[in-house]
């Protein structure tokens, strides 16, 4: 099944930024007896900017790659030539990411800049005029939770936000009353937030978070916001997007959190099955006006007549076992509803509705609501138990996109939120 782009995206960089530290506190082992305090600190700092080099290149951002490299040079030069001024890499670094920062538009990623920027010059502060390490660590480990809160803001996880309190509660605490057990009780922290975050994601979405999810601190999922149950705990979900949002990358989005004994059934419009993959077989439906033979994988339904959508929906239903939690998903209603009279559209949806709630399974309706007429677009609301509504509009120049949720079941209502 597909990873959203998105979502492989985080997942290599945190990977990158994973590896990275993994082979510096490996050579930290390996050469502990024979390794300066400055050359320990310059092997984190180049550990730091290869993850960001990793940052810059998913994300395609150029500053932040040249930042990277250039961080490294600083730190190499100035441990060869003059050591106590390799903190310069940690300020060249964070500079170049609150730079970037401000081309991509992004707050939180200015912060991080702010925080590895001002760790570069307490540390610089620290090394050459005291000469005290323990302090300049304590205020790193700090920084490093300032960190995590940031992260846990963007993502809106609470875990990951009750992660980054309790690391600077445990450094500041630490330092005062147990320096020598500082790290091994940030390392205790550090798993026990890891392994609460993967009991929040598992509640979250029913099942067993993938790598790239916990990687990804993917708690904000797009075709998820709002909701606090799996999907199968719902009847109908209306999904509305405004602007240049695939419906296709909706559509793998919810497809990869179902659970196990979910079973999928594609009602597709514009998005043509073969726009689609998947490891499992779904039965599918192409509500489409193309005149093709019906191919063994999928079945084309016209959508000028809605009584053979309800025909395949129901001989499709009575072909699977109870022990399946049936879904039905598509973006068919685009397709459809230009050939429908509002009248008809209002009956043949608020009998979908219905045959749902009473047959117990869910139904994703999936709808681009800028090409239908208001009414539309409020009949599809009317019998929606969820509506989460994702827009793209054009800010200063840039393309922001927002999410907003109407969430009856779990009374959850909030207003245009950026993700």
């Known amino acids: 099944m597909k990873v959203s782009n998105n979502t492989r995206e985080e997942m290599l ?7 990275s530290f993994a082979i510096a506190f490996f050579i930290i082992i390996v050469g502990q007896e024979k390794l300066m305090v400055d050359q320990v600190w310059a092997i984190w700092t180049i550990a730091m900017a290869t993850g960001f080099i990793s940052h810059g290149i998913w994300h395609r951002e150029k500053i932040i790659i040249f930042g990277g490299f250039f961080s490294i040079a600083v730190t190499l030069f100035s441990l060869v030539f003059m050591p106590p001024f390799f903190p310069m890499g940690w300020v060249v670094l964070g500079s170049a990411v609150t ?3 401000f081309l991509s538009n992004s707050r939180f990623q200015s912060l991080i800049g702010i925080y ?27 920084l490093a939770g ?13 875990i990951v936000n009750l992660m980054g309190v309790c690391w600077i509660l445990v450094s500041v605490t630490s330092y005062i009353f147990v320096l020598d057990f500082m790290l091994p009780l940030l390392l205790i922290t550090f798993i026990a937030g890891t392994s609460a975050n993967f009991f929040y994601l598992y509640r979250l979405l029913g099942r067993t978070p993938k790598i790239g999810e916990i990687f990804s601190f993917a708690s904000r999922a ?26 296709e990358n909706v559509i793998h989005d919810l497809m990869s959190r179902l659970g196990p004994n979910c079973k999928p059934i594609l009602l597709l419009g514009p998005t043509a099955p073969m726009q689609l993959s998947f490891s499992e077989k779904a039965k599918i439906g192409w509500a489409t006006a193309i005149s093709v033979v019906s191919k063994p994988d999928y079945t084309i339904l016209p959508p000028e007549d809605p009584s053979k959508v309800s025909v395949f929906l129901t001989k499709t239903l009575e ?3 109870e022990e399946v939690k049936p879904i039905i998903i598509g973006d068919f209603l685009d397709n459809m509803i230009p050939h429908m009279s509002e009248s008809t559209f209002y009956k043949f949806y608020s009998d979908l509705a219905s045959t749902a709630r009473m047959l117990n399974y869910t139904v994703v309706s ?3 609501a800028d090409i239908h007429s208001e009414v539309t677009i409020n009949v599809v609301k009317r019998f929606a138990d969820v509506i989460i509504e994702n827009r793209e509009r054009e800010d200063k120049g840039k393309l922001v996109r927002e999410v907003r949720v109407s969430n009856q079941v779990d009374n959850i209502h909030t207003n245009w939120e950026k993700y």
Not at 116 to 142: D, F, K, P, Q, R
Not at 148 to 157: G, L
Not at 222 to 246: F, M, T
């Open 319 to 321: 072909t699977l076992s």
């Open 13 to 19: 960089v945190w990977i990158g930024f994973a590896v």
């Open 222 to 247: 797009l075709s998820l916001h709002g909701l606090k149950k799996p999907i199968d705990q719902y009847r109908v979900l209306a999904l509305l997007i405004r602007g240049n949002i695939g419906a």
């Open 146 to 158: 300032l960190i995590f809160i940031t992260v846990a803001m963007e993502t809106r996880n609470p």
């Open 99 to 101: 730079a970037s920062s």
């Open 366 to 368: 999936i709808v681009k």
């Open 116 to 142: 590895v920027t001002l760790g570069g010059i307490i540390t610089l502060l620290s090394v050459y005029l005291t000469g005290s390490t323990n302090s300049a660590l304590m205020v790193w480990m700090v």
